[in-house]
């Protein structure tokens, strides 16, 4: 194993996945380093969300390895998968509609909560101790995101942009060491596009994390990821900084279906 893939937070070796003897993935092998911002690109239909599901657990590999923090999470189930350190968000939005925003939050809090359910049904002062302190942790997560205002306010009559917002504090909540974003920008505008980069950076900086993101707004992955993995087909065409593939005969061909001398 090279010196970076023993610093990295996760590698892939070999990946793969078939389905009914088709293969949707095969030989993705990627390495993100802690605190690093990688983009995850390709046409659609090019096996991103499925790549995100094997990372997850959602999906098992039909080959290769997936090594999370030095451990390989080879058996591991999805909530194994986010014990060990991966959390993620969806391409389609899954909140609890009918929970407050802050009862979202304390949901991917709850691995941190230490009363038991002796304490928690006799409100004994183990559970007020705990509920204040998931209360006060909610509240500093919402408020990275401008929302702690509305922590009381049901979680389907928020708008949309909030609700993808909302989605990513459950999911750091969980205390991860990387952070899978399918589509966030989906649904902004241009100014909640450019607030969403601000956050994700301020996320990594201030949780010492690593960003994997899926997203069809280049705007957003050229102005936000440090190396751009470009897949179609459900294989690695490029990998590199915004300007290499920005420029990668490959890369273009994959979007606009020929070179840009035709």
């Known amino acids: 194993m090279s010196k970076e893939n023993e610093n990295a937070v996760l590698t892939t070796s070999h990946l793969g996945i078939d389905f009914g003897g088709l293969t949707a993935v095969d030989e993705f092998n990627i390495s993100i380093a802690p605190t690093e911002i990688k983009g995850l690109i390709g046409p659609n239909g090019a096996g991103k969300t499925t790549i995100f599901n094997m ?28 014990h060990a350190g991966i959390a993620r968000t969806f391409q389609n939005i899954r909140l609890f509609d009918k929970l407050t925003v802050e009862e979202n939050v304390k949901i991917g809090l709850h691995e941190n909560i230490r009363y038991n359910m002796f304490s928690g049904i006799l409100r004994l002062p183990a559970y007020w101790t705990e509920e204040k302190k998931s209360h006060e942790r909610a509240l500093e997560l919402l408020d990275i995101f401008g929302m702690a205002g509305d922590a009381g306010v049901r979680a389907d009559s928020l708008p949309y942009g909030a609700q993808r917002r909302l989605e990513i504090v459950r999911a750091l909540a969980t205390g991860p060491k990387l952070l899978l974003l399918d589509e966030p920008a989906a649904g902004m505008n241009p100014s909640e596009t450019e607030e969403l980069m601000n956050n994700i950076r301020k996320i990594r900086d201030d949780f010492k994390i690593a960003v994997m993101l899926i997203e069809h707004d280049m705007n957003l992955v050229m102005g936000i990821c440090e190396n751009i993995v470009v897949v179609n087909f459900g294989k690695i065409i490029a990998e590199g900084t915004p300007e290499m593939i920005q420029n990668d005969a490959n890369v273009i061909e994959a979007y606009l279906g020929g070179n840009r001398n035709e």
């Not at 657990?57 to 080879?74: A, E, M």
């Open 55 to 82: 990372l997850t657990g959602v999906y098992r590999p039909s080959r290769g390895t997936i090594v999370l923090n030095g451990k390989d999470t080879k058996g591991m189930s999805p909530v194994q998968v986010n």
